[in-house]
Every structure is written in structure tokens, then in C-alpha cells.
């Protein structure tokens, strides 16, 4: 596969300050043992905010900051101490908006303890499980780490593969060459 790996903007985006909490949070679970149960604590959150009927409160201005809290509180009961400790740090703080990107910078912080990344795929079809498995070892064994790999399909490519992973983009599709090409062409001095 022809391409450079160019530097790129990740494709779930973690804010400084959801990260410092997030890693709080990663921190103390280890410290405490419970790395697992809090992860999935971190699912159940990212699925309650997926769901814009479970969810719409807690955005929403609307709501008063007390309502807030008590529905905080009786989400986080179904949590684990941890969890839901920071859960009503997070309300205590008036922070909530860091909940929408807190399960994804949790996640990052997993996955850079086993030393890996997450990345996306972009293709013009559908890609095999076969396909994508390929590119993800080829993927690792260039970036030195487990690579997991999302597909996702983008008519738009025409063919080839974009590939966002660690921050960085390897685009080999027929657009993106089209795009270099164009490029290329008006910068070229004309005589």
C-alpha cells in the first residue's frame, strides 16, 4: 500500500479538560482495582447518552442544575461507587457537559495502557472482515501497537481506503489522488 501516514484530527474528539478527568477517573480505578467495572460503567453512560429520550436533560438548559443533580444521582446508583462518585463530582462541579466525551477519553486511556490505538476506515465499499483484520496487523506492525479498525463506507472515495488511526491519515483512495493530482496541477508554473 503506497500512501504516507499524514498527521490528522482523530475522529472521536477529547477536549483537555475531559481528558484530565478521564484520566482521574482511569487513575483511580487501577489504583483501586476496578478498571473493569468502571469501563463498563463508561458504556452504560456512552449508551444513556446515545439515546436522546434517556439523555435530553441532561444538556439542556433548561433544566435546573438541582434537577440536574438529582438525576445524576439516580443514574449514578446504578453505577459503581467509583463511577458514580465522579458522576456527582462532575454535577457537584457543574461539568456535566464533560459527559459527552468522556466515555471516548476513558476509552483512550484504556487502550493506551495496552498500548494501542483505535482507528476508522473509510472505503468505497463494504470491507470483508478478512480485509479489514489484513490492515489492521499491517497497520500495528507499522505503527508498533495493537490497531482495533472500524469500517465505514464512503461512496464518495470512488476506490481505495482512507484511514484515520493515532492522529494520523493514510488516504490511497481514487479521491484523495484525484485531490493530490488537482493540487499538484494548480501549483504547477506554467511557461
Excluded at 71 to 92: H, K, M, P, W, Y
Excluded at 97 to 111: G, Q, S, T, Y
Amino acid at each position: 500500500m503506497s500512501g504516507s501516514l499524514q498527521s490528522s484530527q482523530s475522529s472521536a474528539r477529547v477536549g483537555p479538560v475531559a481528558a484530565r478527568y478521564a484520566n482521574a477517573l482511569f487513575q483511580l480505578a487501577r489504583e483501586k482495582g476496578q478498571l473493569e467495572s468502571v469501563a463498563r460503567d463508561m458504556a452504560s453512560i456512552e449508551a444513556l447518552l446515545a439515546s436522546e429520550a434517556e439523555s435530553g436533560w441532561i444538556f439542556d438548559a433548561r433544566v435546573t442544575a438541582g434537577d440536574k443533580r438529582a438525576r445524576i444521582e439516580r443514574v449514578a446508583q446504578g453505577l459503581s461507587t467509583i463511577t458514580g462518585n465522579f458522576l456527582r463530582l462532575v454535577a457537584d462541579k457543574r461539568r456535566i457537559e464533560l459527559l459527552r466525551e468522556l466515555p471516548a477519553a476513558f476509552k483512550r486511556c484504556l487502550l493506551l495502557e495496552r498500548g494501542a490505538v483505535e482507528g476508522q476506515v473509510e472505503s468505497a465499499r463494504p470491507m470483508a472482515p478478512g480485509e479489514l483484520a489484513e490492515l489492521s496487523v499491517a497497520l500495528g506492525a507499522a505503527l508498533k501497537k495493537e490497531v482495533s479498525l472500524s469500517a465505514r463506507v464512503v461512496p464518495e472515495l470512488l476506490a481505495g481506503v482512507r484511514v484515520l488511526v493515532d492522529n494520523r491519515m493514510l488516504d490511497v483512495s481514487a479521491l484523495g489522488r484525484l485531490e493530490a493530482l488537482r493540487s499538484q496541477l494548480n501549483s504547477a508554473r506554467l511557461h
